[in-house]
Each structure stands twice: as structure tokens, then as C-alpha cells.
């Protein structure tokens, strides 16, 4: 294992299992309603972190590019408590107002 490697993975949260798709939605109406208060279906709240802003596509390698948080952007969620990420389309359709 490479030192990158190595720092990034001990650096990184690593997820624990997947939310089901009734949490990813709540996750989703959840943050589109505010951003900063997101809580965990399982868990409750404050134990939810947006750990990246990424393009809605994925290359064909299945990467995906870092963004800011506009316009059309996913958000990469993790819950501290119960270990558990999911990607929601976070930026898609959003209204301003």
C-alpha cells in the first residue's frame, strides 16, 4: 500500500453498510429543506456529515469530479454513529426562493 493510500484511508471515514432507500429519500427531503440540519433516520441528529460536493456524472471509470455545491451537484453523506454513507442528487432541481 502506497503512503497516500495508507493516509487517505485512515483519514477517511469508512462506511459500515447502506442506507435503505426509504432513509436515502428522508436523507434527501431532509437536506433539501436545510443543508445544515440533517439528521440520521437511524441515528437522529447531529451525526450527520456532508463529507463532498461531486458532479451528478460519473466518467466512465466510475469517478466522479469534486464541485462546489451548485447548480446541479451530488452530496456525499456519512453518519458518524451508525457508520453508514450514501450519495444523494442533492442539487437537481432544487428551487430558489
Same mark, same amino acid.
Request: some cysteine; charged content about 25%; proline content about 12%.
Given at each position: 500500500?502506497? /503512503?497516500i493510500d /495508507?493516509?487517505?484511508s485512515d483519514a477517511l #471515514?469508512? #462506511?459500515? +453498510? #447502506?442506507?435503505?432507500? %426509504?432513509?436515502a429519500l428522508e436523507l434527501l427531503m %431532509?437536506? =433539501?429543506?436545510d #443543508?445544515?440540519? &440533517?439528521p440520521c433516520p437511524m441515528?437522529?441528529? +447531529?451525526?450527520i456529515e456532508v463529507? %463532498?460536493?461531486?458532479?451528478?456524472?460519473i466518467d466512465p471509470n466510475g469517478f466522479a469530479s469534486v464541485t462546489d455545491p451548485e447548480g446541479e451537484y451530488a452530496a456525499a453523506l456519512y453518519c458518524h454513529k451508525c457508520? =453508514?454513507? &450514501? !450519495?444523494?442528487? %442533492?442539487? &437537481? !432541481? /432544487?428551487?430558489?426562493?
Open positions: 500500500m502506497n /503512503r /495508507r493516509e487517505l #471515514p469508512q #462506511p459500515k +453498510g #447502506p442506507f435503505t432507500d %426509504a432513509e %431532509a437536506y =433539501r429543506k #443543508p445544515s440540519n &440533517v441515528c437522529g441528529p +447531529g451525526n463529507l %463532498a460536493f461531486i458532479e451528478p456524472q457508520f =453508514r454513507a &450514501v !450519495g444523494i442528487l %442533492a442539487g &437537481v !432541481g /432544487r428551487e430558489e426562493g
